[in-house]
């Protein structure tokens, strides 16, 4: 994984990069805030770590400006700052989280495990595939329960194609993703880097190749063999193991190495601070000077607790806190200044002290399934097979105790037989209840009756997968695991305009608990502006506005080459043939009759997002194809 490190301080920046790479990470560092946009934008990155204080363009600005232009990816905030308003400001900017200096370097690669969990895969789980395991926070991979040597780059190579098991990556995707833009090879050694982790693989007992060549494209993951096939199981799980801390010494002598790097540093910073004494005492200290006083103790503040001065960085940040104020330090606060300075040099002359704070162990993850259902026979084979799937499966027979399950302890997915009560409209009753209140909570639909009024039913509700009895067991596990797997609709930002305040509150509150970034916006005057600031992914406009009608924006979006193939939606309480025909004429992909119903809603939007999603696969394929006739 490649994250981007903007960062000015050299010995903040040094020790970072390097505890990064130790824990398999590909960085690539930016020393101010412009050129750290410009990677953001140009590259891909799966996360941010940004400083509060940069040249050029400070952290809250880079962060708004990304946010604004739509950045996605986490961002996660390095501060010495540890104001509430400092803090509120950074997350109102777009940070997802935030750590103040002096961080311990086992609660910073916590978190940031924490952000890139609710990436895509997550980071912390132990990848397994058969026999083989890879777990991100030991940093080790094991075959058969023995250790398996590999380099750096080929555990990073191995972790890449067990974490995108469909995705095929050719030689110079893989250098993007896993080499900094200073380090990048030649595409031959991706092919030698892949050669050598195949046999070392063979060499450890597997005998199917993991990785296969996918001729003229790249490299991915293999099929899974079947299960009659004893090397690889036939299912790829996550299970979370509690870490491991590396032992007092080894940190100590870690960071005695880098001290040594970046005591020079240290000791000038200080003599800067402690000639800023001397002109504070003799009434001499210029703006310059002051501002230069408080840029060296931000930045010890920030790095001599992570390099073993925890003492250190107090006094550094109440020195820091003292040059903040605009008004001419008096006699009193110009002895403190003083007192502080000197504490903060014997500080210094002392040995550094290796961080105490341990990483709290995380709990295995199990995927919590609440079957309703009246079939005991059903019910009981899917329940034993379930735990096999890394399934915990509970069983309601009726509506009642489906209700108690579902407050008492909130499932993760919820398979329901509309049928389980010998009525139909019982179970369709319950998944209305359960979009309406839970609609994040996922409901797959299975019945005995296939018709096309059924179907419709339960798609209009929010359904989220309809299988048809008789069902195996193999076909529930797989259809939990497509609905609880992230999509790339997740996060998608959608614009709604309508003229009607309480329309745009509706809306919004129907489509933000699915994960849509909502932009809102009631004048449909300001339409352009905010269509080209926000750049959204789907748009939802009401038919029926002053000055610009939806009909009007639609037709402006299809003239424009730029935006003509965004996916629109017309909401109209109008549903006769002569008004409809109007919308799709004027370039809609769909209608969405008032009064809104919200699962209704939600469905069409994820639908059409899919389909651009589908479409724009399936050009990227094309396109690979063409370039290999």
Not at 157 to 173: D, G
Not at 286 to 305: E, V
Request: glycine share 6%.
């Amino acid at each position: 994984m490649k994250i981007l490190l903007v960062e000015d301080d050299e010995p903040t920046a040094w020790a970072l990069e390097r505890a990064l790479n130790e824990h398999h990470y590909t960085v690539n560092l930016a020393t101010d805030g412009q050129i750290g946009l410009e990677l953001a934008t140009s590259f891909d990155y799966d996360l941010i770590l940004l400083d509060f204080l940069i040249p050029k363009l400070d952290g809250i600005s880079l962060c708004r400006k990304l946010r604004l232009q739509g950045y996605q990816k986490p961002i996660l905030l390095l501060t010495a700052k540890d104001s509430n308003a400092d803090i509120v400001r950074g997350l109102d900017a777009g940070a997802d989280d935030y750590v103040i200096k002096p961080y311990n370097n086992k609660e910073l690669m916590a978190r940031i495990r924490a952000l890139l969990r609710r990436g895509n895969t997550p980071v912390t789980s132990v990848l397994t595939w058969g026999e083989l395991r890879v777990n991100p926070v030991l940093v080790e991979v094991t075959f058969r329960e023995q250790p398996l040597s590999l380099t750096p780059k080929e555990y990073s190579l191995l972790q890449l194609f067990l974490r995108n098991p469909q995705r095929i990556f050719s030689r110079s995707a893989i250098i993007d993703s896993l080499w900094s833009l200073d380090d990048s090879p030649t595409e031959n050694a991706v092919t030698v880097h892949i050669k050598d982790l195949r046999q070392k693989l063979r060499a450890s007992g597997a005998t199917e190749e993991i990785i296969e060549t996918v001729y003229g494209l790249g490299y991915r993951l293999k099929a899974l063999p079947k299960p009659s096939q004893p090397t690889f199981a036939n299912s790829t799980t996550a299970s979370i193991k509690a870490s491991q801390t590396h032992s007092p010494s080894k940190e100590l002598d870690s960071v005695n190495k880098v001290l040594e790097r970046f005591r020079p540093t240290f000791a000038q910073r200080v003599a800067g601070l402690e000639r800023t004494t001397s002109e504070l005492l003799s009434g001499d200290l210029s703006d310059d000077l002051r501002q230069t006083a408080r840029q060296d103790a931000h930045k010890l503040a920030g790095s001599l607790g992570t390099f073993g001065y925890p003492e250190g960085s107090k006094l550094a940040r109440q020195i820091e806190h003292l040059l903040m104020g605009k008004n001419t330090l008096g006699e009193e606060e110009a002895s403190q200044f003083k007192q502080l300075v000197s504490a903060l040099g014997q500080e210094l002359t002392k040995p550094p002290v290796a961080p105490t704070a341990q990483l709290i162990p995380v709990a295995q993850k199990i995927i919590r399934a609440l079957l309703i259902d009246d079939d005991i026979a059903l019910a009981e084979r899917l329940k034993a097979e379930a735990v096999a799937c890394g399934v915990e499966m509970a069983i309601a027979t009726n509506l009642t105790t489906a209700k108690q399950a579902i407050a008492q302890t909130p499932p993760d997915v919820v398979v329901l037989d509309l049928t389980f009560s010998k009525r139909s409209q019982d179970g369709l009753t319950l998944l209305r209840e359960l979009t309406e209140q839970f609609p994040t909570l996922p409901v797959l639909v299975f019945t005995g009756r296939d018709n096309l009024a059924e179907r419709v039913a339960v798609s209009r509700l929010g359904g989220r997968g309809f299988l048809h009895k008789p069902v195996e067991p193999k076909q529930v596990f797989r259809a939990i695991a497509q609905v609880l797997s992230p999509t790339q609709t997740a996060h998608a930002k959608v614009m709604v305009v309508d003229d009607d305040p309480v329309a745009l509150t509706t809306l919004s509150s129907l489509l933000q608990p699915w994960g849509f970034q909502v932009t809102s916006l009631e004048n449909p005057q300001q339409f352009w502006d905010v269509l080209t600031a926000t750049e959204p992914n789907l748009l939802i406009l009401d038919l029926e506005m002053p000055t610009f009608s939806g009909i009007d924006l639609c037709q402006v979006v299809r003239l424009d080459p730029q935006w003509g193939d965004l996916p629109i939606l017309v909401v109209t309480a109008h549903t006769d043939a002569e008004s409809l025909q109007q919308v799709f004429a004027a370039g809609a992909d769909d209608f969405i009759g008032k009064p809104v119903v919200g699962p209704e809603l939600v469905t069409r939007v994820i639908s059409r997002l899919e389909r651009v999603r589908f479409r724009q696969q399936l050009d990227d394929i094309q396109q690979k194809m063409g370039k290999r006739l």
